[in-house]
């Protein structure tokens, strides 16, 4: 009796087992962010997680931080790589010294299409190997770029037809623009976006150097009257990163998953970027709100001034490379061919 009654149990838990899923060997990482979960860059990168999600099928699940909940943006770097975050978004820009040679993303040269700009920027970043080493010296693998486009400027004081028209103004910058404005008498004021608004309205600033889709979001056009067009440098140091250890402990084909995704993000975020920047344009030549706002370009004359004045600080970036173990020519020739080749393919 035991023996049939033994027999029967052994059956139905071999039966059982037949319908029992093998459980999925699952990694947990926390993304930090230190902006809102709002706007083009938010967008794209809420696609990027799910979509990690998915095509791993749950072996790869992500909780989000946002708003520096658990890292600000001057802490990412070493966050990230000490994997407090497994996964995170970092500036470049507040990191100068640690990356020489990214920053060759961030010199004022003619880069004027936000979707060749990334993608040449994303095609170094994967394949110069003292980039890679680069990344590698921090802990980090880098998988993808955020766009915001090329400098522009909005001021309240006009008409600005001419660079020097920004003599004796007080200007808001990003990256060099404060240095080479300077050269034709603007005072370069070190201010974030977040704050251009309130320095426009009581004039502690003329001008703010902005990206069109930024002007709207911070409703710069409420205090401002002219928005002039240079279209020329812009901050391609701006990324999606990964702790190089978490990375590696992956197996090969969700390592896979993750580059591929990191491609088709940078590729998207740039299109919605330059699509954004573009309406962005529309919507103040027609107004909003009640309030309208000039736009003017740059002038050819104009332009080849800007370029002469940049090239001290290409110059300076390049003697920099090389004090750091870089070739900065071969860096800025490699950066320059890619970007040409890329504008060829997006001449929209």
């Not at 889709?213 to 911070?218: E, G, P, T």
């Not at 279209?231 to 999606?240: K, P, R, V």
Request: hydrophobic share 45%.
């Amino acid at each position: 009796m035991y023996q049939k009654l033994n027999g029967i149990l052994v059956a139905a838990a071999v039966s059982a087992a037949a319908f029992v899923t093998p459980a999925i060997a699952q990694t947990a990482m926390l993304y930090a962010d230190h902006g809102p979960n709002r706007g083009t860059r938010a967008a794209s990168t809420q696609w990027f997680l799910s979509e990690v999600e998915a095509r791993t099928e749950g072996r790869i699940v992500v909780d989000q931080q946002w708003a520096g909940a658990l890292l600000g943006a001057k802490a990412m770097l070493e966050g990230i790589g000490s994997d407090v975050a497994s996964l995170g978004t970092l500036m470049g820009s507040l990191y100068p010294g640690e990356f020489t040679g990214w920053r060759v993303g961030d010199l004022p040269i003619v880069n004027p299409n936000e979707i060749a700009g990334a993608m040449a920027m994303h095609e170094m970043m994967v394949n110069n190997e003292s980039l890679i080493a680069e990344f590698d010296r921090q802990n980090l693998k880098y998988l993808g770029s955020y766009s915001v486009g090329p400098a522009q400027m909005i001021c309240n004081s006009g008409p600005i037809t001419t660079l020097e028209d920004f003599d004796g103004l007080k200007v808001r910058y990003a990256g060099e623009y404060g240095n080479i404005l300077s050269q034709f008498g603007a005072i370069p004021v070190s201010l974030s976006v977040s704050k251009a608004y309130q320095a426009l309205d009581t004039g502690l600033i003329d001008c703010s150097q902005a990206y069109g889709y930024l002007i709207l979001a911070y409703k710069l056009y409420e205090v401002t009257n002219q928005y002039v067009i240079f279209d020329e440098g812009t901050l391609q140091t701006n990324a999606m990163v990964m702790n190089k250890d978490a990375f590696e402990a992956l197996d090969a084909a969700d390592q896979k998953i993750l580059i591929d995704v990191g491609t088709e993000m940078t590729k998207n975020n740039a299109m919605d970027t330059r699509k954004a920047n573009k309406a962005a344009i529309t919507k103040l030549q027609e107004g909003v709100d009640g309030h309208s706002v000039n736009v003017s370009y740059l002038s050819d004359e104009a332009k080849v001034k800007l370029h002469a004045a940049s090239k001290a600080s290409v110059d300076a970036w390049i003697e920099e490379a090389n004090a750091n173990g870089y070739d900065g020519q071969a860096l800025l020739d490699e950066f320059q061919m890619r970007l040409a080749k890329n504008l060829e393919i997006y001449k929209d």
